[in-house]
């Protein structure tokens, strides 16, 4: 089911919260709305929803316009951060909740449930209470109520924002597979870049109420619409008033077209990667720059702090003016 956005404004009193958003989400994608906190994204998901209505604009789904349409009516799912179970209901009841009230036959509620659990792989646990689960496990049973009623549009506002890092990396990679398997069209709001590369298909990067910038991972890393978006997605460095990431920065030890000399502060080596920091000539104190760079080429440049070095963009590299 495709979505699109068209000139969506919202404000809560006098604070616009949207303006102008306008977003095409592809039937069967996997996109990620992603930003700093309050720039609008759990808004944008609600006003998807039909949680809320928009100021102005439009929201078409699968092409009719579905603005005044009532959650109930658009055949979404909905995840939140902290999802509410029911407590005194076994995981089964809970997935199957959705199921019973539309009073489907028992036979077939049997066999949904079960083919979701294993989907979710919680088969095992179908006899438990919520309170038996890992923080991981209720969230996945939160998707497997979602996906239950068949939803054409899955919608998920930071849907392992509250666990601890190592779950949260599991269930990204999982989130990703079920998605490949289901290919419903899934929007999922993400305060973070690296989970938004890794899980998503598209992202829209979304702040102070507007659409900064939307477009496969890849490519909004390589090709920053702005400063802003390039700083967001990723480490970035300054060379010569140009912001640039820190893998494009060259260094060698003998000067070249376009070098810049730089001395050398600090070289801190991260198993795999190594970071060497350096202060352009002339520059202030505080002012360091820095190159990563692999373990091999920092063998073969071989240089220390207190080393002078000369640096340069790679020829390839996406910059951005610093201020
Ligand atoms: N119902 C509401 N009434 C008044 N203000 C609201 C309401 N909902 C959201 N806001 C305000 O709208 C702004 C955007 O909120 P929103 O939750 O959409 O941002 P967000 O990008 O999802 O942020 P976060 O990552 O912190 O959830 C915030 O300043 C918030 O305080």
Redesign the pocket.
Known sequence: MAIEIRGVNKS??E?P?LRDVSVDIASGSLTALL??????????LRVIAGLETPDSGKVLISGKDATLTPPQRRGVGFVFQHYAAFKHLTVFDNVAFGLKIRKRPKEEIRRRVGELLELVHLDQFAKRYPAQLSGGQRQRMALARALAVDPEVLLLD?PFGALDAQVRKELRAWLRRLHDEVHVTTVF?T?DQEEAIEVADSIVV?ADGAVQQVGAPGDIYDNPASPFVMRFLGPVTEIDGRLLRPHDVEVSAEPGPGTTPAEVTRVVRLGFEVRVEFRIRGAGEEDVSWAQMTREAAGRLAVEAGAEVHVRPAVEAATAPAS
């Open positions: 809560f009193g604070a919260v930003g700093p906190s309050g720039g609008g994204k759990s808004t944008l930071e709001v305060h979304l």
